[in-house]
């Protein structure tokens, strides 16, 4: 069974490494993530998701005020645990969070080789508006998608 909870400070160095693994060319450190964590849960929300008490995915998003844009800050499953439902789940929590707060869209940015994060992100209404190129690195281009909630 999956279940969610807000991380705490003893999962930074699960975290971590999954980072490194996920995100090879820009992960996030442990100072990354205790910066993050500070913003818990005033202009940010992060989730974990756990099998077995077991770390398998984490989300976080940024919202500096009401009534602007919220900025998915990341969506991350191990890759034996997705397409089971655990990214779509982690949208809708970052997606509530970010209404309840005043949020007048979403914004995110997927490695335009993802396509199965992009065909989600899709699924879930989200529109492809711009590409950064060379956003995860040479050659790693992101597009840029955006959800509105008005």
Not at 14 to 42: C, D, H, M, R
Not at 85 to 98: H, M, P
Request: aromatic share 12%; hydrophobic share 40%; glycine share 6%.
């Amino acid at each position: 069974m999956i279940s969610y909870r807000q991380p705490i400070a003893l999962d930074i160095p699960v975290l971590v490494s999954y980072e490194k693994l996920l995100f090879p060319y820009s992960p996030w450190n442990s100072a990354q993530f205790k910066e993050e964590f500070a913003g818990i849960p005033s202009t940010r929300f992060m989730s974990v998701a756990e099998s077995e008490n077991t770390i398998i995915g984490y989300c976080g998003v940024f919202l500096p005020a009401p009534g602007v844009e919220a900025d998915v800050l990341t969506v991350a499953v191990l890759p034996e645990y997705r397409r089971q439902g655990i990214a779509k789940e982690f949208i809708r929590q970052i997606e509530d969070w970010s209404k309840e707060r005043g949020a007048s869209a979403m914004m995110l940015e997927v490695e335009h080789t993802n396509e199965s994060a992009i065909e989600l992100y899709k699924s879930l209404g989200y529109m492809k508006i711009s590409v950064r190129m060379d956003y995860y690195g040479p050659g790693k281009d992101a597009f840029v998608m955006r959800k509105d909630f008005a």
